[in-house]
């Protein structure tokens, strides 16, 4: 089974006076995806960024080699989808409550050409999977309450993320097909190893990279994503 782990710095953190040269930046110090966090002042408390942005930074993120991982806090959902898809998203997750048939919803992320996954609040129950395990190419664990960001990691979420991989696991063993574990929240170069350890391979990051730019670097962030790299190489 892939090993392969990868960060995805979120953009919400970057400086948007500039995004298109963070994105660049970021990415080439040594990341993978690009983190896309669409809120609605709805089902979280804060208004962020559209599909108009996802549009502008698709050419700069393909050219940079990374995928747009768009994950939508919105409700309803399924009104969205296909404008993200259009925009360029490559992943597109959604949260359970916000759908109200998530099955439909996942099939439709798949229909337009795009991977799928569900996320997951500390509260929500992993048994929205039970019966769309077919229809899911990622599983983001939300390791703090969404609608901001700079929170603390909540340690449970490793426990949450051990029940995630055996899911996968076991699916992995019947099917042959991977399916990621993402966690987002209060992921640093202190603590990813201990949260690889528990499960997951792919890793939301913002603050704790885009507040550690370092003008010495050779693309700004090097040392921070070079310190999170190392950490993982541990594992």
Known sequence: MDKTFRIAPSILSANFAKLGQEI??????GTDLVHFDVMDNHYVPNLTIGPLVCEAIREISKNAGALIDVHLMVKPVDRIIPDF?????????FHPEASEHIDRSLAMVRDLGCKS??????????SYLD???DKVDMILLMSVNP????????PETLE????ARARIDA?????????WLEVDGGV??????????????????????????????????NTVVGEMRAALATV
Request: net charge positive; charged share 20%.
């Open 24 to 29: 660049e930046d970021v990415i080439t110090s």
């Open 85 to 93: 898809a259009k925009a360029g998203a490559n992943i597109i997750t």
């Open 117 to 126: 996954g569900l996320v997951f609040n500390p509260a929500t129950s992993l």
């Open 131 to 133: 019966h769309v395990m």
């Open 147 to 154: 609608g901001f960001g700079g929170q603390k990691f909540i």
């Open 160 to 163: 949450k993320l051990k029940l």
């Open 171 to 179: 699916y992995y063993e019947k099917t042959g097909r991977q399916i």
């Open 188 to 221: 640093n170069a202190q603590n990813i190893a201990e949260i690889a350890r528990a499960g997951a391979d792919t890793f939301v990051a913002g603050s704790a990279i885009f507040t550690k730019g370092n003008d010495a670097d050779k693309n700004r962030y």
